[in-house]
């Protein structure tokens, strides 16, 4: 278990005892791992990163990764003016290192294992309402762990998918600059609504992501209202070395109705890989109380014990499961699992699909089929046309307005910064309705990709 305080509930929403913690994960895991690797690469400062071996080893894994060696270096080259910079939409990258998947398709993720959701909506016991919803939140962190990157959105691009186990999800790209998207899900039992602004830190052969967003989650029994922060995420290893992925630090889940709430410690990885993967933590009542303590792998599968007020498991009980990763496919050239393909796939997509869908964008789709000249044709000539409409927009003096959601006054504070909230707007539920009851029959297939907001452009 982990080495905090079972009295307390830990920092919560940016409190300093969420930073104290996240400060003490990354100083640790960077006195433990990394090494600078001068005299082997000609550049000052480089820090390689083995998960797996010692300080030793970061020489040899230098010379690791998917980059041929002209191409590590000349990135290098282009890419150390950027240190300490935030790079989300600032850098144009190569498709070598991206998926066939893009952010807002990305976000759906979170709905494979949306049935835990559900189990939170039909419990009555408060405390593994909390159980079930946080090991929710930690499933998709097997997902998240993905070394490609996936597409940045274009502004006004949508995502659809379709009666998933009773779940719609929506996601819109709702600004460029800077980059925000807002989702929204829901079935029978709760709707989920996010919006999402990443903010990054280029440190060199490595990147902090700092998940800047609004998540809440709405029970529809109940009506409770429960609220994420996530911890950040570090990226390793982006130019030398095999490219991985660490969350050290603290997830709360806050019940905003009752007080409850969860906090999750996200264990650094250290030598020769410990601790890397762990998850332990606790569910606390509104006095802060321990109630239930929870432990895992969040790439594998997570279990709670009932336990007393200083944190220990009550006599006669045990651990049990609460949730399991899903068996996944081997060998995936990009890691997918089974879920993320049909995220993909026009299987999950509604009747009459948005013509801004993700599905048809064509540098996904040619990268999907490994044609990676033509992914980087299409990949730069849409981005010179979204630079296109920003110059025709500040010409007519005209912004860009959402579809499917709308902005709010709401400023909601995060751990790394302020975030204006956008709320789904209902509009298309109406569209969906009006899809679903449609006799147009068209292949979705054949649908022409189309965000953009002037249609006069093409050239």
């Given at each position: 278990?982990?080495?905090?305080?079972?009295?307390?509930?830990?920092?919560?929403?940016?409190?300093?005892?969420?930073?104290?913690?996240?400060?003490?994960?990354?100083?640790?895991?960077?006195?433990?791992?990394?090494?600078?690797?001068?005299?082997?690469?000609?550049?000052?400062?480089?820090?390689?990163?083995?998960?797996?071996?010692?300080?030793?080893?970061?020489?040899?894994?230098?010379?690791?990764?998917?980059?041929?060696?002209?191409?590590?270096?000349?990135?290098?080259?282009?890419?150390?003016?950027?240190?300490?910079?935030?790079?989300?939409?600032?850098?144009?990258?190569?498709?070598?290192?991206?998926?066939?998947?893009?952010?807002?398709?990305?976000?759906?993720?979170?709905?494979?294992?949306?049935?835990?959701?559900?189990?939170?909506?039909?419990?009555?016991?408060?405390?593994?309402?909390?159980?079930?919803?946080?090991?929710?939140?930690?499933?998709?962190?097997?997902?998240?762990?993905?070394?490609?990157?996936?597409?940045?959105?274009?502004?006004?691009?949508?995502?659809?998918?379709?009666?998933?186990?009773?779940?719609?999800?929506?996601?819109?790209?709702?600004?460029?600059?800077?980059?925000?998207?807002?989702?929204?899900?829901?079935?029978?039992?709760?709707?989920?609504?996010?919006?999402?602004?990443?903010?990054?830190?280029?440190?060199?052969?490595?990147?902090?992501?700092?998940?800047?967003?609004?998540?809440?989650?709405?029970?529809?029994?109940?009506?409770?209202?429960?609220?994420?922060?996530?911890?950040?995420?570090?990226?390793?290893?982006?130019?030398?070395?095999?490219?991985?992925?660490?969350?050290?630090?603290e997830m709360v889940m806050t019940n905003l109705t009752t007080g409850d709430k969860?906090?999750?410690?996200?264990?650094?990885?250290?030598?020769?890989?410990?601790?890397?993967?762990?998850?332990?933590?606790?569910?606390?009542?509104?006095?802060?109380?321990?109630?239930?303590?929870m432990t895992g792998k969040w790439n594998e599968s997570m279990s709670y014990q009932?336990?007393?007020?200083?944190?220990?498991?009550?006599?006669?009980?045990?651990?049990?499961?609460?949730?399991?990763?899903?068996?996944?496919?081997?060998?995936?050239?990009?890691?997918?699992?089974?879920?993320?393909?049909?995220?993909?796939?026009?299987?999950?997509?509604?009747?009459?699909?948005?013509?801004?869908?993700?599905?048809?964008?064509?540098?996904?789709?040619?990268?999907?089929?490994?044609?990676?000249?033509?992914?980087?044709?299409?990949?730069?000539?849409?981005?010179?046309?979204?630079?296109?409409?920003?110059?025709?927009?500040?010409?007519?003096?005209?912004?860009?307005?959402?579809?499917?959601?709308?902005?709010?006054?709401?400023?909601?504070?995060?751990?790394?910064?302020?975030?204006?909230?956008?709320?789904?707007?209902?509009?298309?539920?109406?569209?969906?309705?009006?899809?679903?009851?449609?006799?147009?029959?068209?292949?979705?297939?054949?649908?022409?990709?189309?965000?953009?907001?002037?249609?006069?452009?093409?050239?």
């Amino acid at each position: 278990m982990a080495s905090n305080d079972p009295k307390k509930a830990g920092g919560g929403g940016g409190g300093s005892g969420f930073f104290a913690s996240l400060a003490s994960s990354i100083s640790n895991l960077g006195s433990v791992m990394t090494k600078s690797v001068n005299g082997l690469v000609p550049y000052e400062g480089l820090e390689v990163i083995n998960p797996e071996g010692s300080t030793d080893d970061a020489a040899e894994e230098a010379s690791r990764g998917r980059w041929k060696q002209e191409d590590r270096d000349g990135y290098w080259k282009m890419m150390q003016k950027y240190i300490g910079s935030d790079v989300t939409s600032m850098v144009t990258l190569p498709v070598i290192i991206f998926e066939p998947m893009t952010m807002l398709q990305k976000m759906a993720e979170l709905m494979e294992y949306s049935h835990l959701l559900d189990m939170a909506d039909k419990t009555e016991d408060p405390y593994m309402r909390m159980v079930y919803a946080s090991s929710w939140a930690i499933s998709v962190y097997y997902a998240f762990q993905r070394t490609w990157k996936p597409f940045n959105p274009i502004l006004g691009e949508t995502y659809e998918m379709a009666n998933y186990n009773g779940v719609n999800f929506i996601s819109e790209q709702v600004s460029h600059h800077p980059p925000m998207s807002a989702g929204h899900a829901e079935n029978e039992h709760f709707t989920y609504d996010c919006t999402s602004k990443l903010k990054t830190k280029f440190l060199g052969n490595s990147i902090d992501v700092y998940p800047v967003g609004r998540t809440r989650v709405t029970l529809k029994r109940d009506g409770v209202v429960l609220d994420l922060v996530p911890p950040l995420t570090k990226v390793h290893n982006l130019i030398f070395g095999r490219t991985w992925v660490d969350s050290p630090g603290e997830m709360v889940m806050t019940n905003l109705t009752t007080g409850d709430k969860v906090v999750l410690y996200f264990q650094p990885c250290g030598w020769f890989g410990s601790g890397r993967y762990e998850v332990d933590g606790y569910v606390y009542n509104a006095s802060e109380e321990p109630k239930i303590l929870m432990t895992g792998k969040w790439n594998e599968s997570m279990s709670y014990q009932p336990c007393d007020g200083e944190g220990e498991p009550l006599p006669g009980t045990e651990l049990k499961e609460v949730w399991k990763l899903a068996d996944v496919p081997k060998d995936d050239k990009y890691q997918y699992t089974h879920f993320a393909h049909k995220i993909n796939s026009f299987d999950t997509a509604p009747k009459k699909l948005l013509p801004s869908d993700s599905r048809l964008r064509p540098d996904r789709y040619a990268l999907e089929m490994g044609d990676m000249s033509k992914s980087g044709y299409e990949k730069s000539s849409m981005e010179e046309r979204q630079r296109a409409e920003k110059r025709t927009r500040e010409e007519k003096g005209q912004g860009f307005t959402p579809k499917w959601f709308d902005i709010t006054e709401e400023v909601t504070p995060t751990p790394w910064g302020d975030l204006e909230v956008y709320q789904f707007n209902g509009k298309y539920s109406e569209h969906r309705a009006a899809g679903d009851n449609s006799e147009d029959n068209t292949d979705a297939k054949s649908i022409e990709f189309n965000p953009w907001q002037f249609q006069d452009l093409s050239t």
